[in-house]
């Protein structure tokens, strides 16, 4: 049987390379661009792709949540953390002193923003940190590239300062997407949703929001993002644990179906970390004791005089 094809940002190097090794299985393929990337798994060239979601610094990678929000139908299948360490690339012979220009990718360059200012380098964004170092091996300029220990060992450059990060605890989250099928649920998993409002008028994302509270269900995270139909006008992207799978889930995405929102539905997917699976069984505890409480107090009830 041949292996699934499955994509991520490339050249070699980047760190979605080094996070699509971490899949068990698949040929991997690099694309130049977010956009290309999603738009070949919507149109089978790919089977999937392994595409960055959010970093721990910069937040929400916009490329992917508009990509999945606005441009294609495709479910998010399984994500993956990993630790973001970053390194100042040059090549062989380069010192700190003599680099003139650092570049890499956009939230690569926001995550060393007090290295850079530290030695006053001017920047230049690539599309991906491996594209930046393979930019700095191809020149004779003395160019630096933030990027991967990776990436320096393929394209044959030094590590001239390592670990340049910002903040020690930087991880980015990346998700597998795929077409149609939704993941097995596992206990431990989160779903990903966008609401559209039918009209914005007060209290309407508070009523959305008040759909999951009523149930218990624990929001891991809400943002809104501009729907491209003019100023004001925006949706609501919410995470939360749980599987579409779990009775409490569909009946609460049937309930803003019905009454509040047009969803659209972005996967339901095994995470990473045992928090939520222990929360979920802490949840489902909460609400046995809590019926068994209201069914005491039931039992005592007069019956009706006839």
Not at 77 to 95: K, S
């Amino acid at each position: 049987m041949a292996s699934d094809r499955v994509g991520y940002l490339g050249p070699e190097g980047s760190f979605s390379h080094e996070a699509v090794t971490t899949l068990k299985n698949g040929d991997a393929v690099a694309y130049p661009s977010l956009e290309d990337l999603l738009g070949a798994v919507a149109d089978a060239t790919l089977d999937q792709g392994l595409v960055p979601i959010e970093n721990a610094l910069e937040g929400t990678v916009s490329a992917t949540i508009d990509g999945l929000v606005f441009a294609h139908d495709l479910v998010i299948l399984q994500e993956i953390v990993l630790p973001i360490h970053l390194h100042l690339l040059a090549r062989p012979g380069v010192t700190l002193n003599a680099i003139t220009s650092v570049r890499s990718y956009v939230h690569a360059l926001g995550q060393v923003r007090g290295f850079v200012h530290e030695h006053g380098f001017e920047t230049v964004q690539t599309t991906s940190t491996s594209q930046a170092a393979s930019d700095v091996a191809g020149s004779l300029e003395p160019w630096a590239a933030v990027g991967s220990a990776l990436a320096g060992q393929l394209f044959g450059l030094d590590v001239v300062a390592a670990d340049i990060e910002d903040h020690s605890e930087n991880a980015t989250r990346f998700v597998l997407v795929g077409r149609d099928v939704v993941a097995a649920p596992t206990g431990h998993d989160r779903t990903t949703i966008v609401c559209f409002q039918d009209a914005d008028r007060p209290g309407s994302l508070y009523a959305m929001l008040g759909r999951f509270a009523a149930r218990d269900i624990n929001l891991t995270k809400l943002e809104s993002r501009p729907t491209k139909r003019g100023l004001g006008d925006y949706c609501f992207v919410i995470e939360f644990e749980g599987h579409v799978a779990d009775q409490v889930v569909a009946d609460c995405l049937a309930d803003l179906q019905a009454h509040l929102a047009r969803v659209k539905f972005l996967g339901s997917y095994p995470v990473t970390g045992e928090g939520a699976s222990d929360r979920r069984e802490e949840v489902a505890a909460a609400r046995l004791a809590a019926t068994q409480w209201i069914d005491a107090i039931r039992a005592r009830v007069r019956p009706a005089s006839r």
